[in-house]
């Protein structure tokens, strides 16, 4: 097994709720944070760098915007696999989108 096939491993919900990071819940399969904002328009800014990321990545997560929040959703699914739920790479995801909310905002 690759490196990268461990990381695609479904993680149990023990291990979701142990391992998840600060802010982030784990649910039905799902890892998701909801984030605030000012302002709309910051809101929409950080949902674009959130993309950015994800493509960097190679791993997307859904983004909701709704007004001055923005939902972040993270889960595998492997369309030519059986993983569906929770795997490292959320992890890693989740991880680095709570570094991009820790940086200042552009004014």
Do not use: C
């Not at 784990?26 to 674009?48: N, P």
Request: hydrophobic residues 35%.
């Amino acid at each position: 097994m690759t490196q990268n096939e461990h990381k695609r491993d479904r993680l149990t919900d023990g291990d979701v709720q142990d391992l998840k990071p600060e802010g982030w819940w784990g649910d039905d399969g799902k890892l998701f944070r909801v984030f605030e904002f000012q302002t709309y328009q910051e809101g929409v800014d950080f949902a674009l760098r959130v993309a950015e990321l994800a493509e960097a990545q190679d791993h997307h997560p859904e983004i909701t915007i709704f007004y001055k929040k923005v939902k972040v959703n993270y889960y595998t699914h492997e369309t030519n696999s059986y993983v569906s739920g929770v795997t490292r790479l959320d992890l890693r995801g989740a991880e680095a989108v709570n570094s991009l909310y820790a940086l200042p905002r552009p004014e």
